[in-house]
């Protein structure tokens, strides 16, 4: 089975020690919280953190009180990271027939049947939502009742990397751990053992970029965003824009469909990374490390703007990239008039 196929990557697992040990203690205690809620930037490991938890918990040589640790041997563990234990349901949205891209209401239905049977080895039945974002309003309200009487021996971790959207009903019934972004350090071994055959140079870049996010580095290199971001910038740092070029870049990087939504992931966090660090060089406050090519492109976006109204232009692009992609509206077009508007005099 290739690495790429795993629940948990092989190599060591760095970070998060929050809320490993706040697992452990809580079994050890004996009272063990039945719901939890992992929250935390997008892409810096909460759903591998989630199986990790599974792995540990249905592992069949664990001993009581045991602190947490990874036994890639013992029999229920392998079988947790291969994604093949029967008292382990992921749930994750459907690929196919699914444009929402989002978890269905049949799907939080079937979980709660899942969690309601007995467990097939004998041990616990955990289940992982992931992401709670991607559950709409009434597939929310499903799954509140499986909190609010959850069956013995059963454990629901639900992953949120904006928990603020959630129902207040489901946040009250979870135990909340808040994951920390990487150091960046950190996040660069990751993408190096993860993207081996890449350059140091571009595996620095990308952890840069990602900000401490492993996950979202992986996803700009596999979209090929950090490329794309690179190409903008460099058009965009310059004193006369080639809006030719510059439009046949937006096109490549705002395909439709499903299988363009990690490049248009890609540009939001990108081009929302580029006009929040210009507002916070323009405040004089502190910024996340630069790439060197980010330079000029920051400096040409200072020209005759005041930290006011480039934090209000980074809050309305994020407005304005959300709604368009939401509603699957020429992405491209969308972005390609927005950085436009980002060379010249005026704010869009």
């Known amino acids: 089975m290739s690495d790429s196929t795993l629940l948990i990557p092989e190599g060591q697992i760095l970070g998060h020690a929050a809320f490993t040990e706040a697992l452990s203690q809580s079994m050890a205690s004996g009272r063990v919280a039945h719901g939890w809620l992992l929250t935390g930037p997008q892409g810096i490991g909460k759903s591998i953190m989630a199986c990790m938890a599974a792995a540990w918990l249905l592992g ?20 947790v990271i291969r994604g093949a234990h029967p008292d382990l349901m992921l749930v994750r949205p459907q ?3 699914n444009r929402s891209g989002q978890i269905k209401i049949d799907q939080i239905r079937k979980l709660a049947g899942f969690m309601a049977n007995k467990p097939g080895r004998g041990g616990w039945r955990v289940a992982i939502i992931d992401s709670m974002d991607l559950v709409n309003r009434n597939g929310a ?3 509140l009742k499986l909190l609010e009487e959850p069956p013995e021996r059963a454990m629901l971790i639900l992953i949120a990397s904006r928990p603020g959207r959630l129902p207040p009903t489901i946040r009250s019934r979870c135990r909340l751990v808040r994951l920390d972004a990487l150091r960046i350090d950190d996040c660069r071994a ?13 595996v620095a870049a990308l952890a840069c970029l990602s900000e401490g996010a492993p996950g979202r580095g992986l996803a700009l290199a596999e979209s090929q965003s950090d490329d794309l971001y690179r190409a903008v910038c460099s058009l965009i740092g310059q004193q006369k824009l080639d809006e030719a070029a510059l439009a046949t870049l937006c096109e490549k990087w705002g395909r ?13 966090w990108l081009v929302g990374r580029l006009l929040r660090l210009a507002a916070l060089r323009a405040g004089k406050g502190e910024t996340a490390p630069l790439c060197d090519f980010e330079e000029a492109a920051i400096w040409r976006i200072l020209e005759e703007r005041v930290p006011a109204d480039l934090a209000e232009a ?9 709604q ?4 699957y509206l020429d992405f491209g077009h969308f972005l390609s008039r927005e950085l436009i508007a980002l060379h010249r005099k005026s704010l869009p």
């Open 95 to 97: 690929v196919d027939d």
């Open 141 to 143: 309200n499903a799954l």
């Open 314 to 322: 980074h809050a309305a692009f994020l407005r304005r990239a959300a």
């Open 256 to 268: 439709g469909g499903a299988a363009g939504q990690k490049a248009r992931d890609g540009a939001i």
């Open 60 to 79: 069949e040589n664990r001993q009581v009180g045991q602190v947490f640790t990874l036994d890639r041997d013992d029999p229920g563990a392998n079988l």
């Open 190 to 202: 990751i993408l190096a053992s993860q993207l081996a055959e890449e350059e140091g140079s571009r």
């Open 324 to 327: 368009m992609d939401g509603l």
